[in-house]
């Protein structure tokens, strides 16, 4: 067990309850304010924690499948029981770490949404992570990824020097050029900046700046 897979299955049990899974839901929730609103197709979360944004995208829409991701356990245990406590039997989780893990898990799906949101910067090889990004998503389809911005925000400096100092688990925040960089590598079009927030205090909540980036995957 990696120290990333430790630190959220102790998380896990009461993760939705924290003030940390509140601000993490304030940014799922600004995704899901500006992506793409499909009626059926299959939807794939990578580091979807305890399902929060599936299982807000899949309201009402019996005609979408989706996946969602996790390197914990025990936060595939929370999300696969809150699916089946809101009635949601379109949503299977899986847990593996999206790194490691073989594409052929994905068999019988034709990913056309795929999410992303405050993992990127847990990923050893961006690079290689953003290529299977783009290997996973169907032609036509629409990758989010919503992350902190290192450029301009003192609290996500400071959470870096957190990570890399106590926590440990090798957490890299990256400049909004580098994301698009990695995405425009990958081989997706058209990759740009959806929306970016700097504030201090946002909803009520200690925050720090995000960026949501966009990119298609076009001939």
Same mark, same amino acid.
């Given at each position: =067990?990696?120290?990333?897979?430790?630190?959220? /299955?102790?998380?896990?049990?009461?993760?939705?309850?924290?003030?940390?899974?509140?601000?993490? &839901?304030?940014?799922?929730?600004? =995704?899901?304010?500006?992506?793409? +609103?499909? /009626?059926?197709?299959?939807?794939?979360?990578?580091?979807?924690?305890?399902?929060?944004?599936?299982?807000?995208? #899949?309201?009402?829409?019996?005609?979408?499948?989706?996946?969602?991701?996790?390197?914990?356990?025990? =936060? $595939?245990?929370?999300?696969?029981?809150?699916?089946?406590?809101?009635?949601?039997?379109?949503?299977?989780?899986?847990?593996?770490?999206?790194?490691? =893990?073989?594409?052929?898990?994905?068999?019988?799906?034709?990913?056309?949404?795929?999410?992303?949101?405050?993992?990127?910067?847990?990923?050893?090889?961006? *690079?290689?992570?953003?290529?299977?990004?783009? &290997?996973?998503? *169907? &032609?036509?389809?629409?990758?989010?990824?919503?992350?902190?911005?290192?450029?301009?925000? #003192?609290?996500?400096?400071?959470?870096?020097?957190?990570?890399?100092?106590?926590?440990?688990?090798? +957490?890299?925040?990256?400049?909004?050029?580098?994301? +698009?960089?990695?995405?425009?590598?990958?081989?997706?079009?058209? +990759?740009? $900046?959806? *929306?970016?927030?700097?504030?201090?205090?946002?909803?009520?909540?200690?925050?720090?700046?995000?960026?949501?980036?966009?990119?298609?995957?076009?001939?």
């Amino acid at each position: =067990m990696n120290v990333v897979e430790k630190e959220f /299955d102790a998380l896990a049990p009461e993760y939705e309850n924290n003030r940390l899974s509140s601000w993490y &839901q304030a940014h799922a929730d600004e =995704m899901l304010r500006h992506c793409l +609103v499909r /009626d059926e197709g299959d939807i794939l979360d990578i580091g979807c924690g305890t399902g929060h944004l599936l299982r807000e995208y #899949l309201k009402n829409k019996p005609g979408l499948r989706a996946v969602g991701v996790d390197i914990s356990s025990s =936060m $595939i245990d929370e999300a696969s029981r809150k699916a089946s406590e809101a009635g949601l039997d379109n949503l299977e989780f899986i847990h593996a770490d999206w790194e490691t =893990m073989s594409p052929a898990l994905f068999s019988g799906y034709n990913f056309n949404i795929i999410f992303c949101a405050n993992a990127f910067h847990y990923f050893t090889d961006p *690079q290689a992570a953003s290529n299977k990004l783009y &290997q996973l998503l *169907q &032609q036509d389809g629409t990758l989010y990824v919503l992350e902190r911005n290192k450029a301009r925000s #003192l609290l996500t400096f400071f959470w870096g020097f957190l990570h890399s100092t106590l926590i440990k688990d090798q +957490v890299v925040f990256y400049k909004n050029s580098e994301l +698009v960089s990695f995405f425009e590598n990958a081989g997706f079009n058209s +990759v740009r $900046i959806v *929306q970016s927030i700097k504030k201090y205090f946002w909803k009520n909540k200690l925050f720090t700046s995000i960026v949501l980036i966009e990119g298609k995957k076009t001939s």
